[in-house]
């Protein structure tokens, strides 16, 4: 008796749970590891915000899953001199309220970037170069620049246009409210609660065609193991930035798959040449300070890099999710050498080296780093300062909260730290600008530089690249600026962060190098 | 009586002065805001924009003397990276946290005060050992990972309670609430009972020794020997005497679960505001953080004075007009 009732509730919930599946099929929810902090798509210069945006709102430009730049709202756009951009725009697209679009909204969107109040972090950064912008007719706009603009396609799939009928008069809070969040995208704004979800619904008259889903709900998921705890239970059909120690087990799980890609974001490690004096908490085996800075010494660098077996730590420490790097992007993207391999790891050369620098003994130093801001950032210093004793270097780790970490890096209180790059511009010549160029913050060079690094041949390439239009002869010159700076061990590149998602079976995700979770790359596998 | 409130209220307002100072200099001494909210790729121009348009750019004492001119005006300033009054985000969830504290503080007193007694009244029998063996887990097992465990059993395996989130809510007086519906119930279930399983430890303890103690009190005997039925004597007699302590931790935890649920909102993603508050630490969102804290310790200033006014209904001998009062 009691089995035939248990047999009997278990079909009636069976069934009850198809029924469930049947009716909502064209729905979709999806794990997040990172709030959004706003829905006006010039609030906040932050990844999580853009990619979330990029459903609701639409750029000029945009860019595949390679970041390679692909028409969106312009269907082409070329220099006409070196101050001069034409854009032609795509005709028949229309805003979420039925309103067309026109130059006239991009042009309203240009004017009100930089005039967002109280924005903690500008879009005005991808605007400013432009001094002047001329509409000839509603489907052709020009843009000029004071001086030549290379990054200008490039930044411009970062700025979304928004409806000028709409935008005229809108504060944040009208987007946060959704009243003013009416864009062009495949998505239109259903509701957003910060820090906890965000509903959009399809734009069944998009003009890039229909979308598999009805409704995405996006769920903000901090906490890694919630994370998984949702995917596992069916709350949710995907999630982003899968930890490392739930790999294996996912990846045995027949109703579970994995989808990774290489990112854009390079780990790498910053050693402070400001002065010739020591750098902080380095020091002879004694605790004394040593009498000059080891790290303006290009042998000493070189040591510290091929001292790091960067395969050990991919395949052991990130599981195999992440791929050794000897430059500042993966090799696919524009302006990166082929040139340059990853260094070889080579404890005895590196041991050579250093006795020629004049350490044969090696010395001391401290490894800072950041604690959760980067995938398994601590497990990464621990096993860098492993490698460090190998050649003699005794290396302690310390990592800070981010809040702290970087705070304290920006004012060159640490010698040798680990930190994090993302390209969001996809090509190399902006990284090499922010991070190796010198600091000159007021000129837009090197403001990212914590290292100090300063080489005046270094400082004419990136120069030179960075105001030739002529895209070929760009790359030609960005590369042979990387092939320099790395030669000269400028920085040590330890790996690219893989970006990894998992899904429920049926479903599957075209991953992305920009780390966005995006559901227009969501579909049923059938 | 009303003395005794005006002099908690000046108390109060300068305590929380005090806390806000504190706060301040605190999050202020932690690291730079801008650090975290401007991209990394901004230049020099960037940085002071936003530092100015944020009220950085200025010195300490100056950014403190504007808040405390706005906060005399009910303004506690605006978040740094919502842009949003800091005191609408935390309003906004307030509800949240307090129905997620009040369920676990019920759940921790009716569960936890009748076993307790059952364990005081009968200290050597298995019922009372059992109940006191699982007060230990309850009070050493971490909270993160029972939560954990919670999900891998009710929703990963069986499938009955949702892993995350706060269900539908009702809007009751102005206030949505969520333990109205059956969904919002079903969401609230396992963060109430995550949170409340310390309190239902401390409550079995609190209650077993206080009735151990009483039992053996004269007046128990008496009304014993005068004929009281049991039932009476425990309910009435027994527990009235050995409220008072439980009445103070229940006022305490009650104010901790409120401002500190950090580990269970993060692990259950309830939007509440230990969530808030963490996550604007880890920003180093100053405006919430402070207004947060200054919502904290009006609601531990308001619980504590509760707690103070059940004394003097549960003991006659206490007077809240306190020295004057005795000295008569």
Redesign the interface.
């Known amino acids: 008796m009691l089995r035939m009732f248990r047999i009997a509730a278990l079909f009636l919930f069976a069934s009850l749970a198809a029924l469930g599946a049947l009716g909502r099929d064209r729905e979709v929810a999806i794990g997040l590891q990172a709030p959004v902090t706003s829905i006006d798509p010039h609030y906040h210069n932050l990844s999580p915000n853009n990619g979330m945006l990029l459903h609701i709102f639409e750029p000029l430009i945009r860019r595949d899953p390679d970041m390679k730049l692909t028409p969106c709202l312009a269907t082409s756009w070329k220099a006409l001199d070196d101050l001069t951009w034409e854009f032609k725009l795509r005709r028949n697209v229309r805003f979420h309220d039925g309103s067309p679009f026109t130059a006239e909204d991009v042009a309203f969107t240009l004017k009100r970037v930089p005039n967002v109040p109280n924005s903690p972090s500008s879009f005005a950064t991808f605007t400013k170069p432009i001094v002047d912008v001329k509409i000839v007719d509603p489907y052709t706009i020009i843009f000029k620049t004071a001086t030549p603009h290379v990054l200008l396609p490039s930044d411009m799939a970062a700025v979304y246009i928004v409806s000028k009928k709409n935008g005229e008069h809108a504060a944040t809070e009208d987007y946060n409210s959704g009243k003013a969040a009416i864009g062009t995208g495949p998505y239109k704004f259903k509701e957003y609660v910060p820090n906890s979800r965000i509903v959009l619904t399809a734009n069944y008259g998009y003009w890039g065609g229909e979308q598999p889903w009805d409704q995405v709900t996006f769920k903000i998921l901090t906490n890694p193991a919630a994370r998984v705890a949702a995917l596992l239970s069916g709350d949710v059909q995907m999630i982003e930035s899968v930890p490392t120690s739930d790999f294996t087990q996912i990846a045995k799980d027949r109703r579970f798959q994995l989808t990774d890609k290489v990112s854009n974001r390079v780990i790498y490690v910053h050693l402070l040449q400001e002065s010739d004096k020591c750098p902080p908490y380095v020091t002879d085996k004694a605790g004394n300070p040593l009498p000059k800075n080891p790290f303006r010494d290009p042998r000493v660098r070189k040591a510290l890099s091929i001292a790091i077996d960067r395969d050990a730590i991919a395949k052991r420490i990130m599981e195999g999710k992440a791929v050794p790097a000897g430059q500042l992007l993966p090799d696919f993207f524009f302006g990166t050498s082929k040139k340059i391999k990853p260094p070889k790891y080579d404890p005895q050369q590196a041991k050579k080296l250093l006795a020629e620098a004049g350490y044969p003994d090696g010395f001391s130093l401290t490894i800072f780093g950041p604690n959760g801001r980067y995938i398994n950032d601590v497990k990464v210093a621990q096993a860098i300062a492993q490698f460090y004793s190998r050649i003699g270097i005794e290396a302690k780790v310390q990592t800070l909260p981010s809040s702290v970490y970087f705070t304290r890096a920006s004012k060159l209180e640490f010698g040798y730290m680990l930190l994090g790059w993302g390209t969001e511009s996809g090509e190399q010549g902006s990284s090499l600008r922010s991070l190796l160029a010198t600091h000159d913050p007021a000129k837009g060079m090197g403001v990212t530089n914590r290292a100090r690094y300063s080489n005046p041949a270094l400082d004419k390439l990136i120069d030179e690249a960075m105001s030739t239009l002529d895209d070929r002869k760009r790359e030609a010159l960005i590369q042979e600026a990387a092939e320099l700076a790395m030669g000269d061990t400028a920085l040590i590149p330890i790996h690219y962060e893989v970006s990894t998602w998992a899904t429920a079976a049926g479903y599957r995700y075209t991953p992305r190098t920009d780390q966005y979770t995006l559901a227009m790359d969501l579909r049923p596998a059938r | 009586m009303l003395a005794y409130a005006f002099r908690r209220l000046g108390q109060s307002v300068i305590v929380l002065a005090a806390m806000s100072l504190l706060v301040f200099v605190g999050v202020y001494a932690?690291?730079?805001?801008i650090?975290?909210?401007?991209?990394?790729?901004?230049?020099?121009?960037?940085?002071a924009?936003?530092a100015a348009?944020?009220g950085l750019d200025k010195p300490l004492w100056v950014q403190y003397g504007t808040f405390l001119v706005r906060a005399a005006h009910g303004d506690l300033g605006?978040s740094?990276?919502?842009?949003?009054p800091a005191i609408h985000?935390i309003v906004?969830r307030l509800p949240a946290t307090l129905e997620l504290a009040l369920a676990a503080t019920l759940l921790g007193i009716l569960i936890g005060i009748p076993l307790g007694l059952v364990a005081g009244l009968k200290p050597h029998s298995w019922v009372g050992r059992g109940i006191m063996a699982g007060s230990i887990l309850g009070f050493s097992l971490p909270t993160f990972w029972v939560g954990?465990v919670l999900?891998?059993v009710f929703?990963?395996q069986l499938?009955w309670l949702?892993?995350?989130?706060?269900g539908a809510t009702v809007t009751l007086a102005g206030i949505p609430v969520s333990f109205l519906t059956w969904d919002g119930l079903k969401h609230l279930a396992m963060p109430a009972l995550n949170l409340a399983l310390l309190r239902l430890a401390l409550m079995i303890r609190l209650t077993r020794a206080g009735t151990r103690e009483a039992i053996l009190q004269d007046y128990v005997k008496f009304a014993r020997a005068k004929g009281l039925t049991m039932r009476r004597v425990i309910g009435v007699h027994v527990l009235k005497n050995i409220m008072i302590p439980i009445v103070t931790v229940i006022g305490l935890e009650l104010g901790s679960v409120i401002a500190f649920a950090i580990v269970t909102e993060?692990?259950?993603?309830w939007?509440g505001t230990g969530?808030?508050l963490i996550?604007s630490?880890?920003?180093?969102d100053r405006p919430v953080v402070v207004a947060f804290l200054m919502v904290v310790v009006t609601l531990c200033v308001g619980i504590n004075f509760v707690v103070d006014v059940l004394y003097s209904l549960l003991d006659p001998r206490v007077r809240l007009g306190g020295a004057p009062a005795a000295a008569h």
């Open positions: 932690i690291g730079n805001p650090e975290l909210l401007v991209n990394p790729e901004a230049d020099d121009t960037e940085r924009r936003a348009a944020l605006n740094f990276v919502y842009n949003v985000l906004e954990l999900i891998m929703s990963v499938g949702p892993p995350n989130g706060r993060s692990i259950f993603a939007p969530k808030l996550d630490i880890n920003q180093l």
